[in-house]
């Protein structure tokens, strides 16, 4: 296998298209294709499927993860022997959408000073963005799964804390003596994974369904809360003074949510690597302390 035909891989499987990976190397969509039929002669089997955007096959996944290490690699030894590094190289992470609302934003700020290096996020709930790592589409994630992917180290971050809350108007609507009638009040869920909200019912002894809106948006999501279309489970860090100014309202005051995070990464040891873990970890320095009677058995969200 030839380096240009995985960095063609590579640059096919992260932009999504032939002629997006064509512009990113600046070769014609015929040489991208040429290359990747070459690889995918000498491996013996498809490799991506040609669809839009282009995805990768089973059998490709592993291609994709060996395809990065390999570009990472042969750029650390050419910076090893003092002949720089070749062009800038993405750095795929996978990070959940209310860890990049908050707590994430000064990994950003330190990779924009990254010359060599380009930051391609993939935003994915938690509890899923280590499949991204199986599959060899990112180097490192922030997920909430503490056992290592196989190839992979696990480190423990902290814990992002969600608490309840609601709009006055529509806590007062559903107010039913010192508590609530949850069976009735409209709730929010970020999509069809997040699992924070009914895990609180489940916990009350709700049966059934509220009526349920869904926001696939970490700030929107907030918004929506504000707005009153439904109650939710919010992180701590996104509400500022909202429980101050009387903007939201906690529906449960001993009801949280610890969610614990880890930092899922390559074994593999490269100075990129390295250099991103050691911004993530410097960042989570604004999550909590990761306290085992805390964590709650429900995962989290987006």
């Known amino acids: ?90 750095l795929p992470v996978a990070v959940n959408a209310d860890s990049l609302a908050t707590w994430f934003a000064p990994v950003l700020e330190v990779a924009a000073g990254w010359e060599d290096t380009r930051l391609h996020l993939e935003v994915e709930d938690e509890e899923y963005s280590a499949d991204h790592l199986r599959r060899g589409g990112v180097v490192g994630a922030v997920t909430a799964d503490p056992e290592p992917v196989a190839g992979c180290r696990t480190e423990p971050l902290g814990a992002m804390r969600y608490l309840p809350v609601a709009a006055p108007a529509l806590a007062s609507r559903h ?20 699992d924070l909200q009914q895990g609180v019912l489940r916990d009350l002894g709700v049966v059934g369904t509220p009526p349920t809106s869904q926001v696939p948006s970490s700030e929107g999501f907030v918004a929506a809360v504000r707005a009153g279309l439904g109650w939710a489970m919010v992180p701590e860090a996104q509400l500022g003074d909202d429980l101050e100014s009387g903007r939201l309202v906690l529906l449960r005051r001993r009801e949280h949510r610890d969610v614990p995070l880890y930092w899922q990464a390559w074994t593999l040891r490269t100075a990129r690597i390295d250099r991103l873990g050691e911004a993530v970890h410097e960042a989570a320095r604004a999550l909590r302390p990761v306290r085992r009677t805390a964590l709650p058995a429900a995962g989290g969200r987006g």
């Open 175 to 194: 107010a039913r003596g010192r508590g609530y009638d949850w069976a009735t009040m409209p709730v929010l869920r970020f999509n069809a994974k997040d």
């Open 1 to 90: 296998m030839h380096l240009e035909q995985l960095r063609a891989l590579l640059a096919v499987v992260d932009h999504g298209t032939f002629e997006a990976a064509a512009r990113s190397l600046h070769v014609t969509p015929s040489a991208v294709s040429q290359r990747i039929k070459a690889l995918e002669r000498d491996a013996g089997r498809v490799l991506v499927e040609r669809s839009s955007p282009v995805r990768v096959t089973a059998a490709g996944e592993p291609v994709v993860r060996t395809a990065r290490q390999m570009v990472l690699l042969q750029d650390q030894l050419r910076a090893d022997l003092g002949e720089g590094g070749s062009a800038p190289v993405d």
